[in-house]
């Protein structure tokens, strides 16, 4: 009978009750991929390191709400960033990304989405389904046209164009009823559309 307590008492596994981690301003290189079994993580702060890729495991983070990978070299982003189910702020600023994957797009609770001072040319049409998004920022990039489907996010509060190469606006954004804060500064513009007007707030 106490065998049988003591090899119960072995087999059970501890509960990792950590919430929040902070990395950040350090000189990493790399994650672990362990960081995936932090099954109650809320929030990972990565900001300000040296990180080229992050592991794919991070997608398994499911309680996680903010993620911050700001001022880093990412190249890229794993297509399992889109599994974070429950994730509000998702902060990519300030690395090297030349495309984001559309999965992004099914991160049904997200409400700021940071993707400024990269290199992207383009976006994947399928982010104008985050229908929680509040904030965007696509400020400093590459960017010579936004698609017609941001013109759905319906929450939409701050959208940040500047610093990109557009040469036109699409009417479209019109739409964006909840619209307060519009940056459309160094870009390429020969005109604006006369469909803003009807923007509200």
């Not at 919430?19 to 109650?40: H, W």
């Not at 609770?109 to 920022?137: C, F, I, W, Y």
């Not at 701050?158 to 610093?163: E, H, I, K, S, T």
Request: charged share 15%; proline share 4%.
């Amino acid at each position: 009978m106490g065998q049988s307590a003591h090899s119960g008492a072995r087999g059970t596994e501890p509960t990792l009750q950590l919430q929040k981690l902070d990395l950040s301003i350090n000189q990493l290189t790399s994650l672990p991929a362990e960081l995936g079994q932090l099954f109650q993580l809320q929030e990972l702060d990565l900001w300000d390191n040296r990180l080229t890729s992050v592991p794919v495991e991070l997608g398994q983070l499911s309680q996680l709400q903010v993620l911050s990978l700001r001022d880093n070299q990412l190249a890229a982003v794993p297509v399992e960033l889109g599994q974070l189910s429950q994730l509000q702020r998702l902060l990519l600023g300030y690395n090297r990304l030349t495309a984001v994957p559309g999965e992004l797009s099914q991160l049904s609770q997200l409400q700021e989405l940071d993707l400024s001072d990269n290199q992207l040319t383009s976006l994947p049409a399928e982010l104008g389904s985050l229908s929680q998004l509040r904030t965007l920022r696509l400020n400093n990039n590459r960017l010579t046209a936004v698609p017609g489907e941001l013109c759905q996010l319906s929450q939409l509060q701050r959208l940040f164009l500047g610093y990109n190469q557009l040469t036109l606006v699409p009417g479209e954004l019109c739409r964006l009823s909840q619209l307060q804060a519009l940056n459309l500064a160094h870009n390429q513009l020969t005109l604006v559309p006369g469909e803003l007007g009807q923007l509200s707030s």
